[in-house]
């Protein structure tokens, strides 16, 4: 079930990559200058134009109009004609946004089962029954009223000592939470704040408010502030900044006592919940590091876990691949009422799905929104939609599944924290060193360049699967290797660092 087939890399010795039988361009794996000779079958071809490294060279006459392909599928049309050995980008690409006629599921797939032979790791057991991968005690803001208060108190325990279980305390200072609009756009804020502090990394959280604001602190008393995991309090209430700051520290403290108790026990890998994202992506991103990401997912997966691919922009291009693999009609459905719904969106601000290419993006090789959504989709395997949720909308269903997030890194990490996802893996081909306070992000490097560039960011160099050093699946099991030992405890490149991003998706105006 595949939905990109690949054919085998070349060795390190070849200068070119083609991905499909079917494709018209080649990628360059090394800089290519003008003149070089290169064979893809019987067929050789010259150079014309000096060629980056990840960017599209034609193997075959394109007339204007002609769709190019890459991965056997089109990513968009020649805007002139293009001759062997031409070097294909954005002056001789042009993004084309069309209409598919999609293949939906006839039937219904069962859920997946969890593997009794499934792998496992150490982590914390919640009342819930969901498993986490840390143990932090989080301080969040109800509005940026709030968050200068809300750094303040973390900031007071960085040179504390804490009990050895418990991680550390995370800040969640946000930007808005007041002069926004009722209704979807409060009621998303409502979702996500309550997601990431009754996460299962989180033993406690502590929501500040000023008092006043449109998100009101009493909008999320629940049985977790009865059962004391998570504490409300305003500055209005406590008497200002100081007092507040305060207030929260001992309640704090009040956690950090409980959290101390808390022990790693072992764990099956069916508890994993896997967020998958890329950022700063290059050409080799779809070659490399979301393939082996891909095959990563799927050993999760077949041991009962999940994976949950997000950025619904990077989607599209794509989406009928989606569609095809959905569980069911209904899935497949409520999947693409987020990429149409985001269509709409996008509208109102006069944009297309064709302007997520970063430069960067362009740069690294990406010429449309097409050949980078290809790539990307790769991250989530070759198994079964199962579902397809909201943004920040709890992840309940075993297997692979989709949440509707902005491709724009923290902003899906977010979201996808907030549904309940405790890992994450990141891929990234220029650079991208996004964190989250409290879920460990483990960060694949999609060319060898880069990840030796930025040695201090990265933790798996996918690079050497181009560099003919490696497979696709032999990366993807050291993934999924690394992923449980993360699971366990092991820090990544991202929580050395600090990185600690946090940035809630605002869909409404600021009034």
């Not at 970063?358 to 079964?384: C, M, Q, R, Y």
């Amino acid at each position: 079930m595949n939905p990109l087939p690949l054919v085998r890399l070349p060795t390190s010795t070849n200068a070119v990559i083609r991905l499909h039988e079917a494709d018209n361009v080649v990628v360059a794996r090394v800089p290519l200058a003008r003149g070089f000779e290169f064979r893809v079958g019987d067929v050789s071809t010259t150079v014309r134009e000096p060629v980056p490294p990840g960017h599209k060279v034609a193997i075959a006459p394109i007339r204007e109009g002609e769709p190019v392909r890459r991965w056997g599928q089109m990513i968009g049309r020649a805007s002139r004609p293009i001759e062997p050995g031409e070097h294909v980008h954005v002056h001789n690409l042009a993004y084309e946004e069309r209409a598919i006629d999609y293949e939906f599921p006839a039937g219904e797939l069962p859920l997946p089962r969890s593997s009794a032979a499934a792998p496992t790791f150490l982590g914390y057991l919640r009342e819930d029954g969901r498993a986490g991968t840390r143990n932090y005690i989080a301080i969040v803001a109800a509005s940026n009223c709030a968050s200068y208060a809300v750094l303040m108190a973390a900031r007071g325990f960085e040179n504390e000592e804490l009990p050895p279980e418990v991680d550390s305390v995370a800040a969640f200072p946000i930007e808005g939470g007041c002069g926004i609009a009722i209704g979807p756009d409060t009621e998303q804020l409502e979702r996500t704040l309550a997601g990431v502090m009754l996460h299962p990394n989180v033993a406690g959280a502590v929501l500040v408010g000023l008092g006043c604001e449109v998100n009101q602190v009493e909008r999320y008393a629940s049985e977790a502030v009865r059962n004391g995991r998570l504490a409300l309090l305003t500055l209005q209430g406590t008497g200002g900044t100081r007092a507040a700051v305060e207030a929260t520290r001992r309640e704090v403290w009040k956690m950090i006592e409980r959290a101390a108790a808390d022990r790693r026990v072992e764990l099956p890998a069916s508890k994993l919940v896997l967020g998958l994202q890329c950022g700063g992506s290059d050409s080799f991103s779809g070659i490399t590091a979301n393939p082996a990401l891909g095959h990563c997912s799927d050993l999760l997966v077949a041991c009962g876990g999940t994976t949950v691919l997000a950025e619904t922009p990077e989607t599209f291009g794509a989406e009928h691949l989606l569609v095809k693999r959905s569980r069911s009609r209904a899935v497949a459905e409520r999947y693409l009422s987020f990429v149409n719904s985001y269509r709409a969106y996008l509208g109102r601000f006069d944009s297309t799905f064709d302007d997520n290419p970063s430069p960067g993006n362009k740069d690294g090789g990406l010429t449309t929104i097409l050949e980078k959504s290809l790539g990307a989709v790769i991250k989530a395997g070759t198994t079964p939609l199962m579902d397809a949720l909201a943004y920040a909308e709890a992840i309940r269903t075993p297997g692979f599944v989709f949440m509707n997030t902005p491709g724009y890194d923290p902003v899906s990490l977010a979201g996808l924290a907030a549904g309940g996802a405790n890992i994450f893996a990141f891929t990234t081909g220029r650079g991208s060193a996004t964190g989250f306070p409290t879920v460990p992000v483990i960060k694949i490097c999609s060319n060898s360049h880069t990840f030796h560039r930025m040695r201090e960011d990265m933790d798996i160099n996918a690079g050497r699967i181009a560099d003919g050093e490696a497979t696709v699946e032999e990366v993807g099991r050291e993934i999924f290797e690394l992923l449980l030992r993360v699971a366990s405890g092991e820090r990544t490149a991202a929580e050395r660092l600090g990185h600690n991003e946090f940035v809630p998706w605002r869909i409404g105006p600021v009034l």
